[in-house]
């Protein structure tokens, strides 16, 4: 199996971006930025002319997002208040307060997630800052209730092998 074939390899951007199979079940996608491990097989966009990709099943529902943003000397508030702005807007929701976390690769991040209306998680994010190589904040969108646990799985992987590329 030809992994390059799984993954779209050039962004809208001019980005390139390239992915080594794992052996286990995932991928580590790699692009001019940063790396994170994703499920084999899962189809990941190019990346927009705003910083953001998307992997998903070939299945359909849900999505591991990613998005990039360049250095910052904003505090954690404002971040979290400019993504609540963009990830709020015409969906239902209400969010959780931020936690400060370090990830396993060290870096400094906020943690929070999005209730649906029956207060049930449905989405869950991190940002991780980096004071050079600028944000990377990382999301899953939960297809359902029932997938929950999978899909955990999936986007701790994301997040605790996130880098961003030196």
Known sequence: MNILNL???????GQAQTSTDLNDGYVRLETASYQV??????KVTPETSFGQRKAKPSSGGGELGMMTAPPSQQSWDRLYETALFYILRGREGKATPYKI????????????????KNDQVNQKYVMIKHSEKGLLALSVEFPNQATKKEWSKHFKRMVDSARFIE
């Open 101 to 116: 976390v370090k990830t396993k690769g060290g870096y400094e991040a906020a943690s929070f997630d999005v209730l649906d």
């Open 37 to 42: 491990d994703l499920p084999i097989n899962w």
């Open 7 to 13: 993954i779209c390899c050039t962004a809208l951007i």
